[in-house]
């Protein structure tokens, strides 16, 4: 958007990636902005717009907000974000949704709503893909109890049966062939998503048409420039750990499985199924030991010095296109790696054979990354770091508590044949 908007005459302040909120509102003050505009464009970026929004909102501040990118869509953002804050906030389905809103304010406003003719079948990546299964479990939910009054704790069974883990502790992988990783990549959301190739008003005879005679080949094109030369560096590092659950608690053991290591708090829903991640494993009460997996995988520095190298010489295009096989790359192999955990612990055989339907759960069990609705709270991310000592892979935690390098993703990994995703409600 930076480069869109500065070649059609406004003057943008780029204050880079992971700004924290105190230094945009600054930057707004120092030179006068007419608008605040944000990406979301990793996983974890859309809750913390929201809590940017939170804060400008007790600030009483009204500068108009244009927020944008492959982990939003625009129903989230115009009945969730919009929600939060005083001001005008607005969903650009692309740079050029961001340059009509900016004339408009130039203009001297924005709509109440807004008036993009995007097409409506948002493709729904990280963050708001894993709100939109939740709600989809709990609508399933609700639909099959009925109107009657839910018991105050969940339903879920405590009887299931426990894997055996290959292994007690962790382990560090850096050769995996990229082959493997660009296997399991959802190219709806890299190309429609990431890339915003999107069909608009084209017929889906021509849109297909662009897809197969553009938009695949450039992507093969990429993917093979991309090994050619190194750009990204796949490493993984994960581990299986005893614990049992108390209430809400997720106990962490050491290797003696009595006593403690950590725990993790995780809220529980005030309706529907009073579901919490901790329901499925075994309670301390039940003297089962059970078994959690963590895992945090990245594509390396060198992708996101890449990224930053394109981006510095205004190379829009490449960026994008890098920038985004470079952040699918690290949720594929995030995919691959927790199928690979379901084979250790011997759960793959409910997997689906289409790979398409892994993206969607397919499979027994879940995982969740923190800042999702079912484990909200992002200053978890460092007891993760402590167990799986995640520096070995070169991941870092910056203080408002996002990965570094960017292109990395973490998780819980839960077994339990009942786990999905969920809201907190």
């Not at 105190?22 to 990406?39: K, N, P, Q, V």
């Not at 659950?245 to 050491?254: F, K, P, Q, W």
């Not at 930053?308 to 190379?315: E, G, Q, T, V, W």
């Amino acid at each position: 958007m930076d480069i869109i908007l500065s070649n059609n005459g406004y003057r943008v302040v780029n204050l880079g990636i992971k700004c924290a909120i105190e230094t945009m509102l600054h930057a707004a003050e120092e030179h006068r902005a007419d608008a605040i505009g944000m990406s979301g464009l990793l996983v974890k970026s859309t809750l913390i717009m929201k809590e940017n929004l939170a804060v400008m909102s007790e600030r009483n501040l009204t500068i108009p907000v244009v927020l944008g990118g492959a982990a939003l869509t625009r129903r989230y953002v115009e009945e969730d974000l919009r929600s939060v804050y005083t001001g005008p906030v607005v969903y650009a389905n692309d740079a050029f949704d961001g340059l009509r809103y900016m004339e408009q304010i130039a203009k001297g406003g924005l709509p109440a709503r807004s008036s993009a003719g995007a097409e409506e079948a948002d493709v729904l990546t990280g963050t708001e893909a894993k709100i939109a299964l939740a709600e989809a479990e709990d609508q399933r939910y609700r639909e099959a109890a009925g109107t009657g009054t839910a018991a105050q704790v969940s339903a879920v069974r405590r009887d299931v049966p426990i894997p055996v883990p290959p292994f007690w502790g962790t382990r560090v992988v850096d050769s995996i062939p990229l082959d493997d990783v660009f296997s399991f990549i959802n190219e709806v959301a890299l190309i429609r998503g990431q890339w915003q190739v999107r069909k608009g008003k084209m017929g889906e005879e021509d849109y297909r048409t662009l897809l197969a005679t553009k938009i695949t080949p450039e992507l093969v094109q990429l993917k093979e420039r991309v090994q050619k030369e190194g750009l990204l560096e796949p490493k993984v590092v994960y581990g299986y750990f005893p614990c049992q659950s108390s209430g809400n608690d997720l106990i962490i053991y050491n290797d003696d499985r009595r006593t403690e290591r950590l725990r993790f708090t995780f809220p529980r829903q005030k309706g529907d199924r009073h579901l919490c991640l901790s329901d499925y494993f075994a309670a301390i009460d039940s003297g089962r030991m059970d078994v959690v997996a963590f895992h945090l995988v990245t594509m390396g520095r060198v992708a996101s010095a890449h990224s930053a190298k394109l981006y510095a010489a205004n190379n829009y295009r490449d960026y994008l296109y890098f920038h985004g096989l470079s952040v699918e790359s690290a949720e594929a192999l995030a995919e691959l790696w927790h199928k690979r955990i379901r084979e250790e612990l011997g759960i793959a055989g409910k997997d689906a054979p289409d790979i398409r339907r892994l993206f969607s759960q397919g499979y027994q069990g879940s995982r969740y990354s923190f800042g999702y609705p079912a484990c909200p709270n992002l200053e978890d991310q460092a007891k993760l770091f402590t167990l799986l000592d995640a520096g070995r892979i070169g991941v870092t935690l910056t203080d408002e508590y996002s990965l570094e390098p960017e292109q990395s993703t973490n998780a819980i990994v839960i077994h339990h044949p009942e786990a999905r995703y969920f809201n907190i409600v």
